[in-house]
């Protein structure tokens, strides 16, 4: 029997359960979202330009989802609402929430998606580079080891001319929006772990629910309010219902994944999470490749076994010193 009272045989299904539901929800959240990238609609053949407006409409579907959820946690009594930090805690990181992952999205007029990918799972790259250069912090040779591999990686798939299947090839602004991307997740990575530090009792869900509030109201006042985005986004899906059918799903995969990432954290913790979300981006690729005839040259190859290299043997790492710490 395990500690929390599983056999064996349940803890291994339920870990295969959180790994399907998060395979399953973002590979095919991938195939649609670059679907969405590349596709041509209509006998105009037009391109769908507002991909930016993606992480508006995926926010407002995970506020529905969490808050339904949630309402139904706290009224069976599961979620004691004292424990919950304030709904208006996460204003701060639903700004960089919405500004970081709309760069990610733009990024893909630039450069492929299987690129993006790659360039997005680098995260620990600037984190390492600031947490030197600002903070004076120190880290062990294997991490340095690990953010040399990725960085090489990035580099070595980079080299590759840009796609024409893109709208404006521009490799250079593509990755540099996808770093800007990692920058703004660095910071709201951080204000998220500074509410669950002064709320430790406080439910993912909630998290969830309110940060999904935050950049859902963010996303609707730039689109409707300070530009024509929302309107275009109705015009074009009025005029082409195979793209509402894109962002329906691609949305709802969105929301189911999330689900299944905080299940997983909190049931094998963050490590695992971790190490599977890591292998679920290089499965992203592979069936990028597979599934939408993105075919990768062998130094891009070689740039995706390094990167996913040095992301591997930085979460072992992780995992070693968090099994040294528990044994002490």
Same mark, same amino acid.
């Given at each position: 029997?395990? #500690? =929390?009272?599983?056999? +064996?045989?349940?803890? !291994?299904?339920?870990?295969?359960?959180?790994? @399907? &539901? $998060?395979?399953? %929800?973002?590979?095919?959240?991938?195939?649609?979202?670059?679907?969405?990238?590349?596709?041509?609609?209509?006998?105009?053949?037009?391109?769908?330009?507002?991909?930016?407006?993606?992480?508006?409409?995926?926010?407002?579907?995970?506020?529905?989802?969490?808050?339904?959820?949630?309402?139904?946690?706290?009224? #069976? =009594?599961?979620?004691? +609402?004292?424990?919950? !930090?304030?709904?208006?805690?996460?204003?701060? @990181? &639903? $700004?960089?929430? %919405?500004?970081?992952?709309?760069?990610?999205?733009?990024?893909?007029?630039?450069?492929?998606?299987?690129?993006?990918?790659?360039?997005?799972?680098?995260?620990?790259?600037?984190?390492?580079?600031?947490?030197?250069?600002?903070?004076?912090?120190?880290?062990?040779?294997?991490?340095?080891?690990?953010?040399?591999?990725?960085?090489?990686?990035?580099?070595?798939? !980079?080299?590759?001319?840009?796609?024409?299947?893109?709208?404006?090839?521009?490799?250079?602004?593509?990755?540099?929006?996808?770093?800007?991307?990692?920058?703004?997740?660095?910071?709201?990575?951080?204000?998220?772990?500074?509410?669950?530090?002064?709320?430790?009792?406080?439910?993912?869900?909630?998290?969830?629910?309110?940060?999904?509030?935050?950049?859902?109201?963010?996303?609707?006042?730039?689109?409707?309010?300070?530009?024509?985005?929302?309107?275009?986004?109705?015009?074009?899906?009025?005029?082409?219902?195979?793209?509402?059918?894109?962002?329906?799903?691609?949305?709802?995969?969105?929301?189911?994944?999330?689900?299944?990432?905080?299940?997983?954290?909190?049931?094998?913790?963050?490590?695992?999470?971790?190490?599977?979300?890591?292998?679920?981006?290089?499965?992203?690729?592979?069936?990028?490749?597979?599934?939408?005839?993105?075919?990768?040259?062998?130094?891009?190859?070689?740039?995706?076994?390094?990167?996913?290299?040095?992301?591997?043997?930085?979460?072992?790492?992780?995992?070693?010193?968090?099994?040294?710490?528990?044994?002490?």
């Amino acid at each position: 029997m395990t #500690s =929390g009272g599983r056999t +064996t045989l349940g803890t !291994a299904l339920l870990l295969l359960f959180a790994v @399907a &539901g $998060i395979y399953c %929800s973002y590979l095919t959240q991938g195939i649609v979202h670059e679907h969405l990238a590349i596709k041509r609609y209509g006998e105009q053949q037009e391109r769908f330009r507002n991909l930016e407006a993606l992480n508006g409409a995926q926010a407002l579907t995970c506020f529905v989802w969490a808050w339904v959820i949630l309402q139904a946690m706290v009224l #069976s =009594g599961r979620v004691a +609402t004292a424990d919950l !930090a304030q709904w208006h805690s996460y204003w701060r @990181a &639903g $700004i960089t929430n %919405s500004v970081g992952p709309a760069c990610g999205m733009v990024a893909l007029k630039n450069i492929t998606y299987s690129a993006q990918v790659l360039a997005k799972s680098c995260k620990m790259v600037p984190v390492m580079l600031m947490g030197v250069l600002l903070h004076g912090k120190r880290y062990t040779t294997l991490e340095y080891m690990c953010m040399g591999l990725i960085g090489l990686g990035v580099a070595a798939f !980079a080299q590759k001319g840009s796609s024409r299947v893109v709208e404006s090839p521009n490799a250079t602004l593509g990755y540099t929006l996808c770093f800007i991307n990692l920058a703004f997740d660095g910071y709201t990575n951080a204000a998220q772990d500074a509410i669950n530090e002064r709320h430790r009792k406080s439910s993912p869900i909630h998290m969830m629910c309110w940060m999904n509030f935050w950049t859902a109201l963010y996303y609707s006042a730039y689109m409707f309010v300070l530009s024509g985005t929302g309107m275009h986004l109705v015009d074009f899906c009025a005029r082409h219902p195979d793209a509402l059918v894109d962002i329906v799903l691609f949305c709802i995969c969105g929301a189911v994944g999330q689900l299944f990432i905080f299940f997983t954290i909190k049931t094998f913790g963050s490590l695992l999470n971790t190490l599977v979300c890591t292998t679920r981006k290089f499965f992203s690729i592979l069936l990028s490749v597979m599934w939408n005839g993105n075919p990768l040259l062998g130094n891009q190859w070689l740039g995706v076994g390094m990167v996913f290299a040095g992301l591997l043997l930085h979460t072992l790492g992780k995992t070693k010193k968090h099994v040294k710490k528990k044994a002490e």
